[in-house]
C-alpha cells in the first residue's frame, strides 16, 4: 500500500508565501568591472596610493565607478578566478611578483598581456610608484597604448 496525500486545492497550498521577482544579487561572484586592479600588499592601501591611482585612472579616461581595487597579500587569485568573480575587461596589476597570477603565468612588466579575452598590465607597486618617477612613466606609456588615450 503506497501512502498518498490528496492536496484539494493546490493553487492555494502556498498562497501567504511571498514572491520576488527582479531581484538583483550583489554577490562578489557577480560583479562585472571594465577593469580590476589589483594591488600586491601585506596592508591596507594607503590614502596616498589611493590617490595617486586614482589620478593614473583618471589620466587613462576611467571613472571611479569604471574599476574595483583588491588588496592582495599572497598568490590567491587565478585568472579563473578573477574570470569567474569580477568579468573584467582589464586587469592592472600593481606588483613586484611576476607570478602574482599563479606559478605558470609569468607577468612581464609594462607590457599588455591578452589571456582568455582580458588585458593584463603589470606595473611596479603603488608605493615605489612615488619615489621613481620612470616607472611611473612606463606606466603611463603602456596605460596610453592600453587605452588608446
Not at 596592508?43 to 589620478?55: F, G, V, W
Given at each position: 500500500?503506497?501512502?498518498?496525500?490528496?492536496?484539494?486545492?493546490?493553487?492555494?497550498?502556498?498562497?501567504?508565501q511571498?514572491?520576488?521577482?527582479?531581484?538583483e544579487?550583489?554577490?562578489?561572484?557577480q560583479?562585472?568591472?571594465?577593469v580590476?586592479?589589483?594591488?600586491?600588499?601585506?596592508?591596507?592601501?594607503?590614502?596616498?596610493?589611493?590617490?595617486?591611482?586614482?589620478?593614473?585612472?583618471?589620466a587613462?579616461?576611467?571613472?571611479?565607478?569604471?574599476?574595483?581595487?583588491q588588496n592582495?597579500?599572497?598568490?590567491?587569485?587565478?585568472?579563473?578566478?578573477?574570470?569567474?568573480?569580477?568579468?573584467?575587461?582589464?586587469?592592472?596589476?600593481?606588483?613586484?611578483?611576476?607570478y602574482?597570477?599563479?606559478?605558470?603565468?609569468?607577468l612581464?612588466?609594462?607590457?599588455?598581456v591578452s589571456?582568455?579575452?582580458?588585458?593584463?598590465?603589470?606595473?611596479?607597486?603603488?608605493?615605489?610608484l612615488?619615489?621613481?618617477?620612470e616607472?611611473?612613466?612606463q606606466?603611463?606609456?603602456?596605460l596610453?597604448?592600453?587605452?588608446?588615450?
Amino acid at each position: 500500500m503506497v501512502n498518498s496525500l490528496s492536496i484539494q486545492n493546490p493553487s492555494q497550498l502556498f498562497a501567504s508565501q511571498k514572491v520576488f521577482s527582479g531581484i538583483e544579487l550583489n554577490t562578489p561572484f557577480q560583479q562585472k568591472v571594465k577593469v580590476l586592479v589589483l594591488h600586491q600588499t601585506n596592508e591596507q592601501t594607503t590614502s596616498q596610493d589611493l590617490d595617486l591611482l586614482h589620478k593614473i585612472l583618471a589620466a587613462a579616461k576611467l571613472q571611479p565607478n569604471d574599476f574595483t581595487l583588491q588588496n592582495l597579500d599572497t598568490d590567491t587569485l587565478s585568472l579563473q578566478q578573477i574570470t569567474a568573480q569580477f568579468q573584467p575587461e582589464v586587469v592592472l596589476i600593481f606588483s613586484n611578483l611576476k607570478y602574482t597570477l599563479g606559478k605558470n603565468l609569468q607577468l612581464p612588466l609594462y607590457e599588455t598581456v591578452s589571456l582568455q579575452g582580458i588585458k593584463i598590465l603589470r606595473s611596479a607597486p603603488l608605493q615605489m610608484l612615488h619615489t621613481k618617477p620612470e616607472y611611473k612613466k612606463q606606466l603611463w606609456n603602456a596605460l596610453q597604448a592600453l587605452f588608446n588615450v
